[in-house]
């Protein structure tokens, strides 16, 4: 059922919760959310693993198992999806109106067809281009949008790089016209140089298209970058929600302070890696004292148990 009155409002969550059964009992991985995202915005959900954010993601871009039980009320562009414990309208929005970058491109590519057949499959299917000239300067053209040439198209799967690959598949995300994306971890499976350029290309390609965002991280310092409204996941519960920068600067729960703490320590430990002299844990170390800008001798104490820190050494 299409919902006039929600169409300026993308995402609609009303006391939403999703579950698995186990052994004869529901596992409940999203309890209770409500959110609202405009059209044309971008929220970040935020939570550690197990937080219940891919569960919910994937039920905002129609991926609903048959196996999971529901509750509350799920409306995403304009198509109620979820109503209470029946799934009526996932199929509808799956791939068309809503559309999700997988954590790991390089699996959900098919190794044995050529990019350029990749791209003429999801565009006849999504939106009957049976043109094969056609598809292939559509296919140019959402390439251009993430920055490759037309020669990828010519390319198997496993002869592109990492970076590449995302690319790929953030411009096959776009090709069947969705105005929701959902990026699932976007940028887990990629080095430091690149994670920051995937953030800034779907961070801009949210704002040149006009399109909705979503995604789903575990590093609240990726939602700087990418959103403007941040929601912070736990145990299934949003524990709070705001713009970015307002969390950001002043986050009211002590989870999200945890978070933003953990993002910090670990762009701490990626710089303490290039260090070349002193202990190569100093950035991190709660007990880090003038000694430990000196490089550390590995210790041995016995029974084969080494340990190189200045704390022992004393």
């Known amino acids: 059922m299409v919902l006039a009155q929600e169409s300026r409002t993308a995402v609609l969550a009303e006391s939403l919760s999703l579950g698995y059964e186990d052994m004869g009992a529901v596992f409940w991985a999203v309890r209770g959310v409500s959110l609202e995202l405009p059209r044309g915005g971008s929220l970040c ?38 109503r209470g ?70 390319m198997y799967p496993h002869e592109l790089s990492g970076g590449m690959s995302q690319r790929v598949a953030i411009a096959l995300s776009l090709a069947p016209g969705p105005s929701i994306v959902v990026a699932d971890e976007p940028t887990s499976n990629l080095d430091a140089y690149l994670r920051g350029y995937i953030v800034r290309l779907i961070g801009d390609l949210n704002r040149r298209l006009g399109m909705t965002l979503v995604v789903i991280t575990h590093d609240i310092s990726v939602a700087e970058l990418m959103c403007g409204d941040l929601s912070v996941v736990f145990l299934g519960e949003i524990v709070e929600r705001g ?52 490089p550390p001798p590995m210790l041995r104490l016995g029974d084969g148990r080494e340990v190189r820190c200045w704390r022992l050494a004393r």
């Open 85 to 154: 414990s029946r799934v009526v309208g996932a199929d509808r929005i799956r791939g068309r109106v809503v559309t999700r970058i997988p954590q790991n491109p390089a699996a959900s590519l098919n190794p044995y067809l050529r990019v350029g057949e990749i791209f003429y499959d999801v565009l006849r299917d999504s939106r009957g281009i049976g043109s094969r000239s056609e598809s292939r300067g559509e296919a140019r053209r959402l390439l251009s949008l993430v920055g490759l040439e037309e020669e990828v198209l010519d």
């Open 45 to 82: 959900i935020v939570g550690e693993s197990g937080s219940g954010k891919t569960t919910l993601g994937n039920a905002i871009a129609g991926i609903i198992p048959p196996y999971v039980r529901t509750d509350g009320r799920l409306v995403v562009g304009g198509v109620e999806v979820v």
């Open 243 to 294: 713009s970015v920068s307002e969390v950001l600067r002043k986050p009211l729960h002590p989870y999200t302070s945890e978070l933003i703490e953990a993002s910090v320590l670990e762009r701490a430990g990626r710089k303490s890696g290039m260090r070349t002299e002193g202990c190569a844990y100093y950035a991190r170390c709660p007990h880090a004292g003038g000694e430990c800008l000196k």
